[in-house]
């Protein structure tokens, strides 16, 4: 009775891979992935504000209508909502438990006055810090609309962004959200690919390329949005 009561705590296949570092790592890179598809397509939707208002206007339309007539009315949208949450919150939760674990596990303060962490180290946690306040702030300007600058209107995200990026403040968050998101998926591709096994001495300059070409493209991309709308370009 006593072996069966010790068999039945023994913790879940998933509590187990779950507790590990090699699987926080895991779950890192592939919710690392789903954001960073997130960031391609949304980059290459926010572009379309160059096209002017009707394009860029009936690309949220249909963000709305997604999946119909399957899905009813806005539920492709907030599933997508869904996964991409439950992405960033098992992200962010498994790069504090990772950062926390490696600090326990040098507790000790180093003889020579140098950093305990390295510059990429350094780099992907406050890059995450800037990310998690910008993701809230970016909610609240351009989806709930609480904290805009202009008259927002649902369903009109052209003006929306037109208005926001009419800011100096607004142009500050954005461009600065966008640095860090470029840094971020620099560092972020390349440890992905090595914590599922894609790096090789073979492999690895060309990793290395897609990660610096993936974070300039996204980088450019998102911060053409902003110089447009301050250049005129965009009205």
Known sequence: MALATRTDRRPSM??????????????????GGIMILYLVVHM???????????????????????????????????????????????????????????LRARPQ????????????????????VILGLFIVWHVLDLTAGTVHSGGFEDGRPYQNVVDTFSTWYGNVIYIVAMLAVGMHVRHGFWSAAQTLGAGSRTRDRALKTVANLLALALTVGFISVPVGVMTGVVS
């Open 109 to 128: 303060k180093y003889a020579h006055r140098r950093a305990r962490t390295s510059y990429a180290t350094r780099t992907m946690r406050w890059g995450g």
């Open 44 to 102: 290459v939707a926010n572009v379309k504000i160059f096209f002017g208002p009707d394009e860029m206007n009936e690309y949220g339309h249909w963000l709305r209508v997604m999946g119909a007539p399957v899905l009813h009315h806005m539920w492709g949208l907030w599933i997508a909502r869904v996964v991409l949450l439950t992405a960033v919150i098992l992200h962010a939760v498994s790069a504090y438990q990772l950062s926390r674990r490696d």
């Open 14 to 31: 998933a509590r187990t891979f779950w507790d590990s570092t090699v699987g926080k790592k895991i779950v890192m890179a592939v919710t």
